[in-house]
């Protein structure tokens, strides 16, 4: 059964906190997101890599920055977090190279930052 | 700008019946995907169906159809005979960038489907 796991479901965080927020994809998968989901504004794309070291920012990088060191995992770190950094985040992971192919969730992680 | 639009914040449908959930995209792009995803209570992410801008016929799995209407720039979801458990947040994406990316996606705002015995 495939999968990607993120590393907690939920966690509270104070403002200025340095948070990391872990994704792991058992896949062999080329390409993973990070993604937040607010409501009413849908999933948004903060950053994605498509190989080890690579990335590229999305649409909302400002406040975050990723690191994937190893092709399984896929890191996002919020460097002083922020009230505005309150939401769902949600990991993708997909192959490369056919059009159809749909990308895997891991399950999120509700971030609050108090 | 690449964009879609799911203009229904909410639906209900009556169990048994069957329900269409609009998206409409916009791109320049000739080459272009669609797809659909269910997201439960639970907050995990399934994929439903896939629909390619090539593709000359409307895409299905099982009870989900897609109605792909290229020059209206529309691609539906039709979920027949609903089912309580298709209760959930429902959420249109396109395709963009390169396919050597892995399909990078753009996500519509979703739409919340309750279903009513």
């Known amino acids: 059964d495939v999968k990607v796991t993120q590393s907690s479901r939920y966690l509270v965080k104070r403002t200025g906190e340095k948070v990391f927020l872990e994704c792991v994809q058992d896949m062999d998968h080329e390409n993973m997101f990070w993604y937040r989901q607010d409501p009413g504004l849908g999933l948004r794309l903060i950053y994605f890599s498509y190989d080890v070291k690579m990335k590229e920012k999305g649409d909302i990088p400002e406040g975050y920055s990723v690191s994937r060191e190893k092709k399984e995992r896929f890191s996002l770190i919020l460097e002083s977090a922020s009230t505005n950094q309150t939401s769902m985040y949600l990991c993708?992971?997909?192959?490369?190279?056919?059009?159809?192919?749909?990308?895997?969730f891991g399950p999120g992680t509700r971030l609050t930052v108090l | 700008a690449q964009k879609i639009t799911q203009t229904q914040p909410g639906m209900f449908v009556q169990e048994k019946e069957a329900v269409t959930l609009d998206c409409t995209y916009d791109?320049?792009?000739?080459?272009?995907?669609l797809f659909w995803y269910k997201q439960p209570s639970s907050g995990e992410m399934i994929f439903l169906i896939y629909q390619g801008s090539y593709d000359e016929q409307n895409a299905t799995e099982g009870r989900y159809s897609l109605n792909f209407q290229k020059a209206r720039k529309s691609a539906n979801l039709v979920i027949s005979a609903s089912q309580l458990g298709d209760s959930a947040m429902y959420f249109c994406?396109?395709?963009?960038?390169?396919?050597?990316?892995?399909?990078?996606?753009?996500f519509g705002a979703g739409t919340i489907l309750r279903v009513k015995s």
């Open positions: 993708a992971s997909t192959i490369t190279g056919r059009s159809y192919n749909e990308q895997f």
């Open positions: 791109t320049s792009d000739q080459s272009y995907g």
């Open positions: 994406a396109m395709r963009v960038g390169f396919m050597e990316y892995g399909n990078k996606l753009v």
